[in-house]
């Protein structure tokens, strides 16, 4: 697994625990390692090999906890708060913030009340008249989904 493919995973943690409400510290510091770990340098899993997870420290915004995590996932290919967090909020809920209008709140009220996780589940439920129940879409926004859904589907 290279830096870009570790930094993407933690960029994609925070977005979605972005979406579930979560801390903003904690958002804010998997941002952080991931934009360094991204533009390092060095293979990640070559200063694991070398130096364990000790060694990753030196990386700015790489602590303890998220260098645990970046050895685990270069080990088994995913770490445990990966796995707990799209347990509860699977990773597809991400690509509904790909169409137009639908930002992290928007998303998040979509998944957390109307159990929206996927483009093909929100086509389905724009479909039926759904938007009209969510609260903070008004006509604009509304037309705005409808229209980045036409252009994917």
């Known amino acids: ?4 493919s570790i930094a993407r995973r933690f960029h994609r943690l925070a ?7 979560d801390d903003p510290f904690r958002l804010r510091s998997y941002r952080n390692a991931a934009e360094a770990i991204e533009v390092w340098p060095t293979p990640l899993k070559e200063i694991t090999e070398k130096g364990g997870a000790a060694a990753l420290q ?10 645990g995590k970046v050895v685990e996932l270069l080990e088994k290919g995913t770490f445990d708060a990966w796995e707990r967090v799209t347990a509860e909020t699977p990773e597809t809920v991400l690509d509904l913030m790909e169409i137009p209008g639908v930002g992290p709140k928007t998303a998040s009220l979509l998944h957390q009340r ?10 389905i439920f724009v479909a039926s008249g759904g938007l009209d129940l ?3 879409i008004g006509p604009k926004s509304a037309e705005k989904i409808k229209e980045g859904l036409k252009a994917m589907f």
């Open 58 to 67: 030196t990386i700015p915004g790489v602590g303890k906890a998220i260098a």
């Open 134 to 136: 969510v609260d903070g």
């Open 114 to 123: 109307f159990k929206v996780s996927s483009l093909e589940e929100l086509k």
């Open 15 to 21: 977005a979605l625990m972005e979406i579930r409400g």
């Open 1 to 4: 697994m290279d830096n870009e």
